[in-house]
Structures are given as structure tokens and as C-alpha cells.
């Protein structure tokens, strides 16, 4: 069974100090039973130390064994899977992480499922198992060929976040954002979900304060990717931010160029103050109800993919 040894050492360090540390009292406790003054109480300074000495001892066997490194998996064979984000490093090889990332009912959740092809019931299995824990993040592990003649193709592993309410949500879309290589945005002009737009020719007019919010959004997602790529040295820049405008199909025939000088200007900003930030920033105008749009987004993920390899 094949294991990451190498990892080990450090492994087992950061679980074993505190035995180290108690085999050090244990054996000062047995030591003081050899001061002359001390000599009458001998017996119950070996008996301590000896306890505590034994329970570093086991402590450490117990360290050791928790330390051995999970068996790596195939990526191949966890296609079509959840996992969660820790299992990823215990893959071989690891697979390169997308994620959609963008304010409530943007439409991240269906792009996800539609670009990855996911059926709704095994969706919500899937998710299920993973728990909705603040701190979980959990990928689809989805390959998609990059060169169909060749055959190449690269595993994706797709991320996304549990839910819930707003805090865990905003906590969960910039952990996305930090673990990401390929970061896909995406923003409307409506906070009005697909649920509620039930009508395929229905025109929405610009709403305004969602605008702001996806500005105030962005702004806050360039000083978090700042702080975690520029100053703490954590991760290193993302491969590619490309950003999607969503909902395209219910843009008022009068708004278009307002909402595309919009968007153009989100994606010039981003070229030109965020290099720091990724290698590659691209945007392009999208609707998740257009099949067209969704095989436009995996051709877009593709060309990424052949500039990464």
C-alpha cells in the first residue's frame, strides 16, 4: 500500500511532544529520588515517575501510529466522488482544484452541477457525508479531456462549501478561494435566483445595489487573496481568475452595454492592479440555462488547463 513516508517525521513531531516532554518529567521525578534529602520518599518519587515515564511511553507508541501517513489514492479510481479537501494531498497525482466562487443565488451551486454534470440526487448523497461543518470544504473529483485527440485529460477536483447562513458562507467562499488553482467568479445583475425566473424570455432590470455588492464582494476578495498569497507566503498565486456574467438571458435589450461596459471594467481593473493575484485573468458573459454557454465555460477551463501543462 503505497504511503507518503516522507511525511512522516514531521508527523510524528507534532504529535509526540508532549511525550517528550513527559518522558522529561518523568525521568527529573525519578532522578530527585536520588538527592539525600529526598532519599526517605524515594519510593513515591520512582512511583511517580515511573507512572509518568510509562504514560509517555504509550503516549508515544499511540503518536507513532496515528502519525503513519494515509495510503494515496488513485485519482483516477475517485472519479465521480466527493471528498473532502483533506483527502486531495492523499492522491496520486493530486488533482488541480477549480472553484466557483460569487455572492448568494448567483447561480454557483447549478453552474457546478451542470459544468461537472452531476445528477441532483447523488448531489445531495454526496454533500451529506461530507457534514456541513463550518471548516468543511468537500470536491466533485470530475476529469475533463484537454486534448480529445490525444486523449489527454486532467482530474479536476471542483470545490465547493457546505452552506448555511451568511458568516459560514462568506467563511467558505474565500477558503475556496485560497485553495483554488482555477477560480471562476461569478456575478448578475438580479439577486433573483433561476427558482424564481421561471420565464425564459422575462427581462430584469439592473439592479443597482447588487451591483455594489458584488464590487464590495471583489474588493474584499482582492485583500483576503492579497494577505494569503502576498504577505503570508501561504499559497502561491492562483493559475487563472476567470470571472462569468451570469443571467445574460434576462438582461433588458436596453442595459447590454451598460452591464458589459460593467463587467469589462471588472475584468481591466483585475488585469491591471491584480497581477500579483494570478497568473491568468479572463472573463466572459454567461447563462447557465444556454448548454452552449456551459460547454463554452469547459472549452474556457480546457485552454486554462493547456497553458498550466
Known amino acids: 500500500m503505497t504511503r507518503k513516508w516522507r511525511e512522516y517525521g514531521p508527523r510524528f513531531l507534532e504529535r509526540g511532544t508532549m511525550p517528550s516532554i513527559l518522558l522529561g518529567v518523568g525521568s527529573a521525578v525519578m532522578g530527585m529520588s536520588a538527592i539525600p534529602i529526598l532519599t526517605p520518599a524515594a519510593p513515591v518519587f520512582l ?13 508515544t507508541v499511540v503518536a507513532g501510529v496515528q502519525a503513519i501517513p494515509e495510503s494515496i489514492k488513485k485519482a483516477v479510481d475517485e472519479i465521480g466522488k466527493y471528498k473532502s479537501i483533506d483527502e486531495l494531498d492523499q492522491m496520486e497525482p493530486i488533482p488541480l482544484k477549480l472553484g466557483f466562487i460569487g455572492r448568494s ?3 454557483k ?11 441532483e440526487d447523488k448531489e445531495k448523497s454526496g454533500k451529506n457525508k461530507q457534514g456541513d461543518s463550518t471548516e468543511v470544504l468537500y470536491a466533485y473529483i470530475h476529469s475533463i479531456f484537454y486534448e480529445e485527440q490525444g486523449g489527454n485529460s486532467q482530474i479536476l477536483a471542483v470545490i465547493d462549501g457546505s452552506g448555511g447562513g451568511k458568516k459560514k458562507r462568506d467563511y467558505q467562499l474565500f477558503k475556496i478561494a485560497e ?25 430584469i432590470p439592473i439592479g443597482q445595489n447588487r451591483l455594489k455588492e458584488h464590487e464590495d464582494f471583489l474588493e474584499t476578495l482582492k485583500e483576503y487573496l492579497e494577505e494569503n498569497i502576498n504577505e503570508s507566503k501561504k499559497k502561491k498565486k492562483l493559475q487563472c481568475i476567470h470571472f462569468l456574467m451570469n443571467k445574460k438571458n434576462y438582461w433588458k435589450k436596453q442595459d447590454e452595454n451598460n452591464l458589459e461596459n460593467w463587467f469589462d471594467d471588472i475584468i481591466s481593473d483585475w488585469k491591471n492592479n491584480r497581477k500579483s493575484l494570478s497568473n491568468q485573468i479572463s472573463g466572459t458573459v454567461h447563462s447557465n440555462r444556454s448548454s452552449g454557454d456551459i460547454q463554452a465555460l469547459r472549452n474556457v477551463i480546457r485552454n486554462i488547463i493547456i497553458s498550466i501543462n
Open 105 to 107: 443565488r448567483v447561480g
Open 179 to 203: 485553495n483554488a488553482d482555477i477560480l471562476c467568479v461569478i456575478l448578475d445583475h438580479t439577486s433573483q435566483g433561476y427558482d424564481q425566473l421561471k420565464q425564459e424570455l422575462y427581462e
Open 47 to 59: 512511583g511517580i515517575g515511573g507512572t509518568i515515564t510509562g504514560v509517555s511511553f504509550l503516549w
Open 109 to 119: 451551486s447549478s453552474l457546478l452541477n451542470l459544468f461537472c454534470e452531476i445528477p
